[in-house]
């Protein structure tokens, strides 16, 4: 089926940053989700670009109110081992025509990734009104999203890649972006020495940035 639009936008809806997560370490997966969702932010990006990144989504899936959902999504393959591992939704850096193919025959929810008119326009003829711009800032960040605005009215984006604070503030006030991605909220120093606190009081401060 094509993408379930109310399903991926009451997901992304929740709160104004998805944390991009690569972690490999097992153990820090829970108290990681506990941190970020404590900080109000509930809808984690886990992706699958570490050896034990779907055992790292099983335990974040057990953590109450976290909404855990796989990212770097090539094929069908991930698409299920995503479903297995309990994940509400996919993300993808791209959106192949045989990624949309396989993705008809999944339960849950893909974001696929876009950088191009042409290519936000080819998604959207196979039914998917919700994109991740990526790179958002390699291919000139927001300006270039407030210049869809106009000719994609009907599309509504997730900019990813490169975003900091105050960027991600600037994409936030355009009418056409919903959330953004990132990762600057896990610090690689705070994951290195556990300091969930810091995370949490990060994710406070970026669950604050919608303008």
């Keep these: 089926m094509p993408q379930d639009a109310n399903a991926i936008r009451s997901i992304l809806s929740l709160a104004p940053v998805v944390p991009v997560?690569?972690?490999d370490d097992v153990a820090q997966a829970r108290?990681?989700?506990?941190a970020l969702v404590a900080g109000g932010l509930p809808v984690l990006e886990v992706t699958l670009r570490t050896p034990n990144a779907l055992k790292v989504m099983e335990e974040m899936a057990k953590v109450t109110g976290a909404i855990v959902g796989s990212g770097t999504v090539r094929n069908a393959a991930h698409m299920k081992s995503s479903v297995d591992a309990g994940c509400r939704f996919m993300v993808s850096p791209?959106?192949?025509p045989r990624?949309?193919?396989a993705a008809e025959d999944v339960a849950i929810p893909l974001l696929p990734g876009i950088g191009t008119p042409t290519e936000a326009m080819t998604a959207a003829e196979r039914g998917y009104s919700f994109l991740k711009f990526?790179?958002?800032?390699a291919l000139g960040g927001a300006p270039v999203l407030k210049a869809f605005a106009s000719p994609l009215p009907d599309i509504t984006?997730?900019?990813?890649g490169g975003i900091d604070p105050a960027k991600a503030k600037t994409y936030l006030a355009l009418p056409n972006v919903i959330c953004v991605g990132g990762s600057w909220i896990m610090p690689a120093d705070a994951l290195a020495?556990?300091?969930f606190a810091r995370i949490e009081a990060l994710a406070?401060?970026?669950s604050a940035l919608r303008g």
């Design 21 to 23: 997560i690569i972690l």
């Design 157 to 160: 984006f997730c900019p990813t």
């Design 204 to 206: 406070k401060e970026a």
């Design 193 to 195: 020495s556990g300091d």
């Design 99 to 101: 990624l949309l193919d």
């Design 134 to 137: 990526f790179p958002a800032e």
């Design 94 to 96: 791209g959106a192949s």
């Design 31 to 34: 108290p990681l989700a506990e």
